[in-house]
């Protein structure tokens, strides 16, 4: 069964930074693309960013290019998202996706993990 | 405001058919065939329902169907059932500068 927990959601302070986590289990990690996808509470979803099987190819929407940087280690079947100078705007759900072919479906979803940004 | 462009809700009976369309642009619904579409009911994360316009994922029956004219995709769910209410947000690829887009989702009341 393929299962996504993420983690290292929290409050922080509009300027700081933090660091999710997700552990992956139940698929062989290392032959997916891997995406973050946010939704602000009561509104939409947002795709935030994406990485490729290897790490060499990373993708993201303009809000957060510069700020966020995605990263994973296939040895440990995680990815991760540092997000660095977090604004208001970046308070969201933030869900870790398995990321069928890197631009197509989003076949599998974590419970989200919440980031809130306030001081 | 969203990328694509959704009705924010649309209802019908038990038994009976719904269509959610989906309007985007030359730039993505109309130039890709990955569109998808997810339903998440509230408190839950999205699961994916279509892909590449009109596939199913295993599991997913065969009430729910997709396709696509032109810039708009749709999402048809026939026999509705009363877990089928919930939102459903479409998905686009939309190259490789912006990348992926979602609708602003529906919500779908099953009367």
């Known amino acids: 069964e393929v299962q996504l927990v993420e983690s290292g959601g929290g409050l922080v302070q509009p300027g700081g930074s933090l660091r999710l986590s997700c552990a992956a289990s139940?698929?062989?990690?290392?032959?997916?693309?891997m995406s973050w996808v946010r939704q602000t509470p009561g509104k939409g979803l947002e795709w935030v960013a994406n990485i490729k099987q290897d790490g060499s190819e990373t993708f993201y929407v303009d809000s957060v290019e510069g700020r966020f940087t995605i990263s994973r280690d296939n040895a440990k079947s995680s990815v991760y998202l540092q997000m660095n100078s977090l604004r208001a705007d970046d308070t969201a759900v933030y869900y870790c996706?398995?990321?069928?072919?890197?631009?197509?479906?989003?076949?599998?979803w974590g419970q989200g993990t919440l980031v809130t940004v306030s001081s | 405001q969203s990328a694509l462009t959704q009705p924010r809700s649309v209802s019908g009976s038990r038994g009976q058919s719904v269509t959610i369309f989906c309007t985007g642009t030359s730039s993505d619904v109309g130039s890709y065939k990955y569109v998808s579409w997810y339903r998440q009911h509230p408190g839950k994360a999205p699961k994916l329902m279509i892909y590449?316009?009109?596939e199913r994922p295993s599991g997913v029956p065969d009430r729910f169907s997709g396709s696509k004219s032109g810039n708009t995709a749709s999402l048809t769910i026939s026999g509705l059932q009363a877990d089928d209410e919930a939102d459903y947000y479409c998905?686009?690829?939309?190259?490789?500068?912006?990348?992926?887009?979602f609708g602003g989702g529906t919500k779908l009341t099953v009367l």
């Open positions: 996706v398995r990321d069928t072919r890197g631009m197509a479906d989003l076949d599998y």
């Open positions: 590449d316009v009109s």
């Open positions: 998905c686009s690829f939309a190259g490789i500068y912006t990348f992926r887009v």
């Open positions: 139940g698929f062989t990690f290392s032959s997916y693309w």
